[in-house]
């Protein structure tokens, strides 16, 4: 039933054009939320349909990081090959999840990694490598964010008083 929503969008492409259809994934929620979770699967059709969309708004663009850094895990090779040139690397494995506990962090970062490290063609060798860094960047930033002890850590110190004597 996915596959199928997703060549029929591909012909709606094809019929309307590409930014027509990006224009109704900002207009129609329900439709951006369904073609965003489709290209979260990491179904070869549904990133076909990444390849052929051009995020219209700052809010269909993070939502399009959100879904391909989703799939990267299941489709690394088809991510990798839509990032640089089409979508930016930092972007995409740099985690953009809008909430994420510590373990979510860790699950991600090392499945994503082990995918992106998956490749043995090395076709992509260099936006698996930009990715790689992206991805322990993203790690980095987050555990510390979530970590209490760094908040504890960064506190501002009271101003000491010294006593008049």
């Given at each position: 039933?996915?596959?199928?929503?997703?060549?029929?969008?591909?012909?709606?492409?094809?019929?309307?054009?590409?930014?027509?259809v990006?224009?109704?994934?900002?207009?129609?929620?329900?439709?951006?939320?369904?073609?965003?979770?489709g290209?979260?699967?990491?179904?070869?059709?549904?990133?076909?349909?990444?390849?052929?969309?051009?995020?219209?708004?700052?809010?269909?663009?993070?939502s399009?990081?959100?879904?391909?850094?989703?799939?990267l895990?299941?489709?690394?090779?088809?991510?990798?090959?839509?990032?640089?040139?089409?979508?930016?690397?930092?972007?995409?494995?740099?985690?953009?999840?809008?909430?994420?506990?510590?373990?979510?962090?860790?699950?991600?970062?090392?499945?994503?990694?082990?995918?992106?490290?998956?490749?043995?063609?090395?076709?992509?060798?260099?936006?698996?490598?930009?990715?790689?860094?992206?991805?322990?960047?993203?790690?980095?930033?987050?555990?510390?964010?979530?970590?209490?002890?760094y908040?504890?850590?960064?506190?501002?110190?009271?101003?000491?008083?010294?006593?008049?004597?």
């Open positions: 039933m996915q596959r199928s929503r997703a060549e029929l969008l591909l012909s709606e492409i094809k019929l309307r054009g590409a930014s027509a990006s224009r109704r994934i900002d207009s129609d929620e329900d439709f951006g939320r369904t073609v965003m979770d290209i979260a699967s990491g179904d070869t059709a549904w990133l076909d349909v990444a390849a052929a969309l051009q995020p219209a708004s700052a809010a269909a663009e993070a399009m990081a959100i879904a391909l850094a989703s799939a895990p299941h489709a690394p090779n088809r991510v990798l090959g839509l990032l640089g040139t089409k979508y930016p690397t930092e972007e995409v494995c740099g985690m953009p999840f809008l909430k994420a506990d510590s373990a979510q962090v860790i699950s991600y970062h090392d499945q994503a990694v082990r995918a992106v490290e998956s490749d043995t063609t090395r076709k992509f060798a260099s936006v698996a490598s930009a990715c790689r860094t992206a991805l322990d960047s993203a790690q980095s930033r987050r555990l510390e964010r979530i970590n209490p002890a908040v504890i850590k960064n506190k501002p110190r009271p101003v000491s008083r010294r006593s008049k004597r």
